[in-house]
């Protein structure tokens, strides 16, 4: 005669929710960080090349922008750590379908953490300086300057998350997501990649958050797995 522990029973979990968590994850990661890029946008002072900027006048533009800044903040850092979450999630669901010995989960993870880790670095100087420029004259004009060049290009660096991108669409190609999943990736990932590649790397920023955005909300109400 067998006893069974039913303490020790594991519990199926069927829970819809637990298994896209991820994707949501992912969907909220890519709207912050489409926030992000336009904030950082709104923040960068328009030069006017009849009138070439000097450090004291970019570091007055800056200083009337504090609220866009807190805002770029806030959605930048918020996107970097969703994005762990979805980086996660994703190796996970590759896992799943792709060939056992596939390097491509891996890759697309990668990619995912280290864009995470540039973003947290594009917000690395937001306290100081936002702080600083609240107090006028706190801040020497040619730092305020340097940081508004930081705000407008690091957190645009979004090439790593190209290359994560192109390894979701190889790995699709191999039944490990959706097709559909694979041809969007594979298009703005190589698009992504190649941008970062250039000397007009931060233009990846403006494609990257989209592919993200994309991607997610497909997994999370379109993948049928």
Same mark, same amino acid.
């Given at each position: 005669?067998?006893?069974? /522990?039913?303490?020790?029973?594991?519990?199926?979990?069927?829970?819809?929710?637990?298994?896209?968590?991820?994707?949501?994850?992912?969907?909220?990661?890519?709207?912050? =960080?489409?926030?992000?890029?336009?904030? !950082?946008?709104?923040?960068?002072?328009?030069?006017? =090349?009849?009138?070439?900027?000097?450090?004291? +006048?970019?570091?007055?533009?800056? !200083?009337?922008?504090?609220?866009?800044?807190?805002?770029? %903040?806030? #959605? #930048?850092?918020?996107?970097?750590?969703?994005?762990?979450?979805?980086?996660?999630?994703?190796?996970?669901?590759?896992?799943?379908?792709?060939?056992?010995?596939?390097?491509?989960?891996?890759?697309?993870?990668?990619?995912?953490?280290?864009? !995470?880790?540039?973003?947290?670095?594009?917000?690395?100087?937001?306290?100081?300086?936002?702080?600083?420029?609240?107090?006028?004259?706190?801040?020497?004009?040619? /730092?305020?300057?340097?940081?508004? %060049? +930081?705000?407008?290009?690091?957190? +645009?660096?979004?090439?790593?998350?190209?290359?994560?991108?192109?390894? @979701?669409? @190889?790995? !699709? @190609?191999?039944?490990?997501?959706?097709? +559909?999943?694979?041809?969007?990736?594979?298009?703005?990932?190589?698009? #992504?990649?190649?941008?970062?590649?250039?000397?007009?790397?931060?233009? =990846?920023?403006?494609?990257?958050?989209?592919?993200?955005?994309?991607?997610? &909300?497909?997994?999370? &109400?379109? /993948?049928?797995?």
């Amino acid at each position: 005669m067998t006893t069974i /522990d039913q303490a020790r029973v594991e519990q199926p979990v069927s829970s819809r929710g637990a298994k896209r968590g991820w994707a949501a994850a992912g969907v909220l990661a890519g709207g912050s =960080a489409v926030a992000s890029i336009q904030l !950082s946008t709104m923040a960068s002072p328009v030069y006017d =090349a009849a009138t070439p900027p000097t450090a004291a +006048w970019v570091a007055e533009q800056l !200083s009337t922008k504090v609220p866009v800044l807190i805002g770029f %903040h806030l #959605t #930048t850092t918020i996107a970097a750590l969703l994005l762990m979450i979805f980086a996660a999630g994703l190796k996970r669901r590759l896992d799943a379908q792709a060939p056992a010995d596939s390097l491509l989960p891996n890759v697309a993870a990668i990619g995912l953490v280290i864009t !995470s880790a540039i973003l947290i670095m594009g917000a690395g100087l937001n306290t100081e300086f936002i702080f600083g420029l609240a107090t006028p004259g706190m801040m020497p004009a040619t /730092d305020v300057s340097f940081y508004s %060049h +930081w705000v407008a290009t690091i957190s +645009w660096l979004w090439v790593a998350a190209g290359v994560s991108a192109v390894a @979701l669409g @190889l790995a !699709s @190609l191999r039944g490990a997501a959706p097709r +559909w999943i694979g041809v969007v990736s594979l298009v703005l990932g190589a698009l #992504t990649a190649l941008l970062g590649v250039s000397p007009l790397q931060y233009m =990846a920023g403006f494609v990257g958050p989209l592919w993200l955005l994309v991607v997610a &909300l497909g997994f999370l &109400l379109g /993948d049928r797995r």
